[in-house]
């Protein structure tokens, strides 16, 4: 079969990777791709939120499966252009991939179905909005409601730079249109996880947990990124928990969208916080995460197309999605000065003889192949992930392979997966 994933990120180098294991594929296409796709199947120039030349390129190349990587193209409607084509799409419809594209609608989704999360307040006036953090006081979590690239959140620890954050999204639209209506909740606190799961409307499968280092700098500290690296099973989600956990915050969900028509097929991710041992929901996202996404596909351990197929036609039931017993990390090597200004276009040397170190793989993320070269092309460049016997042994085998990396102006975190250690010991 021939599969077109839509991005340009890991996450797509490594969907890209694992679909290229199942012998049900012939041919990959990947637009818009990066350096990495470039090297596992073809890449096509369309942007990832041009959703008819998406389809067009689908139809004239007849597709058989459409892998959407990143939000945008789900929000815009992906899915239900492809499905008026007859093309087979892994991810959700429009109205579904609302629990990631509005804040609000995710909220209220999250109240009507009895998920547990942090109580909070929609406002589409900035009036209302201050006069309310004037009421209620800091601390308090300020969130655009519509797509900002992962940047719309402010953790506010005081009245005034909540007003601040405010102004900020509703009066000065540094979001644009993502902020013409905020979402004020209350700051939960503790420790994160990330817990996905395939969904087919009603079932679920779910994948082993995970943990997202967003802060840009080593302890957590500075502003926030796409993530700077991810370790699978994280220690604060054990497995003996996952059922309680999915019953509490992956089931809701599905039955909810299933009452309104709007089943949820592909990958529900849930953010969670952990306050001891009970989780809330902080967001929900429609598709994989970004670094998770490539710690997670190294330890499945089942035919993704198979799991994705079924997905699509509701028989999830039928799947036995089995994972490696492994632990699996990802440590992000960006581009210094990432997430604000960066350089770009430094030739990176190296990957190669990474990748030939045993249980690990280079996923790239923002590069280009130019005349036989790699060269950086974005803040975060690439995701070296590398499988081992446990936390500490996949985090040695990680970092072995990242020292094998070069390239000008480089930065990573040295540590990723300490908080899992920190448990285990």
């Known amino acids: 079969m021939k ?5 340009s990120g890991g996450r797509e180098h490594a969907l890209c990777w694992k679909l290229a294991q199942s012998p049900k594929v012939d041919e990959i296409i990947c637009a818009p791709g990066n350096g990495g796709t470039a090297q596992t199947g073809e890449n096509v120039p369309v942007p990832d939120d041009d959703i008819p030349a998406l389809v067009r390129l689908a139809k004239d190349r007849k597709v058989d499966l459409v892998v959407a990587g990143p939000e945008l193209p789900l929000v815009l409607g992906l899915e239900n252009a492809l499905h008026k084509e007859g093309i087979p799409c892994f991810g959700p419809n429009a109205y579904a991939a609302n629990l990631e594209g509005s804040k609000a609608f995710s909220k209220n989704v999250m109240h009507e179905s009895g998920v547990p999360t942090a109580p909070f307040r929609v406002f589409d006036e900035f009036v209302n909005a201050k006069n309310f953090v004037r009421e209620k006081g800091a601390p308090l979590v300020v969130k655009a409601d519509g797509l900002a690239a992962g940047k719309g959140v402010v953790v506010a620890t005081s009245e005034e730079e909540a007003i601040e954050a405010l102004e900020d999204m509703m009066v000065r639209k540094s979001f644009s249109s993502a902020g013409d209506r905020v979402v004020v909740e209350e700051t939960l606190k503790g420790e994160e996880a990330s817990f996905l799961a395939f969904c087919d409307g009603e079932h679920y499968a779910l994948l082993p947990s995970s943990q997202d280092h967003k802060a840009v700098f080593e302890g957590d500290t500075g502003p926030n990124t796409g993530g700077m690296g991810a370790y699978s099973p994280a220690p604060i989600l054990p497995e003996e928990k996952y059922e309680e956990t999915a019953e509490a915050v992956i089931r809701p969900i599905l039955q909810h ?10 990958v529900l991710y849930a ?12 967001e929900y996202n429609v598709r994989f995460g970004d670094p998770e996404c490539q710690p997670l596909l190294m330890r499945l351990d089942t035919d993704i197309v198979d799991i994705m197929m079924a997905c699509i036609e509701g028989r999830l039931d039928e799947i036995d999605v089995k994972v490696r017993p492994e632990t699996a990390i990802c440590v992000v ?19 190669d003889e990474a990748d030939k170190l045993e249980n690990v793989k280079v996923f790239h993320a ?9 060269l950086s092309s974005g803040g975060r460049i690439l995701g070296v992930t590398a499988l081992g016997s446990d936390l500490a042994d996949a985090k040695k085998r990680a970092y072995e392979a990242v020292e094998k990396i070069s390239f000008d102006k480089s930065y990573y975190r ?3 997966g300490d908080k899992g250690l920190k448990r285990q010991a």
């Open 414 to 416: 040295r540590d990723i």
């Open 366 to 374: 923002g590069t280009k192949l130019e005349d036989g070269k790699i």
């Open 271 to 282: 953010g969670l916080m952990f306050d001891g041992d009970t989780p809330n929901v902080l």
């Open 257 to 266: 969208l299933a009452a309104k028509g709007q089943p949820f097929k592909g």
């Open 333 to 351: 090597m960006a581009a210094d000065g990432y997430p604000g200004d960066y350089p770009k276009g430094m030739e990176i040397k190296g990957i």
């Open 3 to 7: 599969v077109l994933v839509v991005g």
